[in-house]
T-cell receptor
Framework: DAKTTQPTSMDCAEGRAANLPCNHSTISGNEYVYWYRQIHSQGPQYIIHGLKNNETNEMASLIITEDRKSSTLILPHATLRDTAVYYCIVRVANRDDKIIFGKGTRLHILP | GAVVSQHPSWVICKSGTSVKIECRSLDFQATTMFWYRQFPKQSLMLMATSNEGSKATYEQGVEKDKFLINHASLTLSTLTVTSAHPEDSSFYIC?????????????FGPGTRLTVL
């Protein structure tokens, strides 16, 4: 079973920040938090990952709570192209470690 | 960098035939590749883990004799759906890990849509 829980769906107005929460209360000390997204009929796309510090890249920011039991993915200025299913995953950063996808959050960006 | 391709992007076949799907890492060597299946409005389900030069490891409930996986080189893994039936119609996605330089993210292919008539 997936080790994370996410809301089933969320709406966000275009141009606003989209904040996607994720709970991972059983995360182990050596597990990273990864975020992927899947646009309809495409393969998943890597967004960002982190261990305990907040991270930012050209796509998004990742805020991880101090106890590491939850995190938030932030898309700072959502566009219609950000409409997708967003998956929060915890895994060891090992190349052989398989990803078990949960149901993710279906994000709708509203014009 | 870290591009994964799949071929074909879609395929339609008759029931009882076999279909081969290729997964290639275009600009990196992937010692580990993964195969997923996704039914409409569902999440990705891991089918098997494929390591170059060794037998694939299948997830529980996935028939290894029906879904043949070959990982013959560091850039190519193939999934063959043997004796396909309509219930095998699905979106098949592969992924590959790029090694420690890229923090072992899995990079996913664009997927192959299989329709069995």
């Amino acid at each position: 079973d997936a080790k994370t829980t996410q809301p089933t769906s969320m709406d966000c107005a275009e141009g606003r920040a989209a904040n996607l929460p994720c709970n991972h209360s059983t995360i182990s000390g050596n597990e990273y938090v990864y975020w992927y997204r899947q646009i309809h009929s495409q393969g998943p796309q890597y967004i960002i990952h982190g261990l305990k510090n907040n991270e930012t890249n050209e796509m998004a920011s990742l805020i991880i709570t101090e106890d590491r039991k939850s995190s938030t993915l932030i898309l700072p200025h959502a566009t219609l192209r950000d409409t997708a299913v967003y998956y929060c995953i915890v895994r060891v950063a090992n190349r052989d470690d398989k990803i078990i996808f949960g149901k993710g959050t279906r994000l709708h960006i509203l014009p | 960098g870290a591009v994964v391709s799949q071929h074909p992007s879609w395929v339609i076949c008759k029931s009882g035939t076999s279909v081969k799907i290729e997964c290639r890492s275009l600009d990196f060597q992937a010692t580990t590749m993964f195969w997923y299946r996704q039914f409409p409005k569902q999440s990705l389900m891991l089918m098997a883990t494929s390591n170059e030069g060794s037998k694939a490891t299948y997830e529980q409930g996935v028939e290894k004799d029906k879904f043949l996986i070959n990982h013959a080189s560091l850039t190519l893994s193939t999934l063959t759906v043997t004796s396909a039936h309509p219930e095998d119609s699905s979106f098949y996605i592969c992924s590959a890990t790029a090694g420690t330089r890229l923090y072992n993210e899995q990079f996913f292919g664009p997927g192959t849509r299989l329709t069995v008539l």
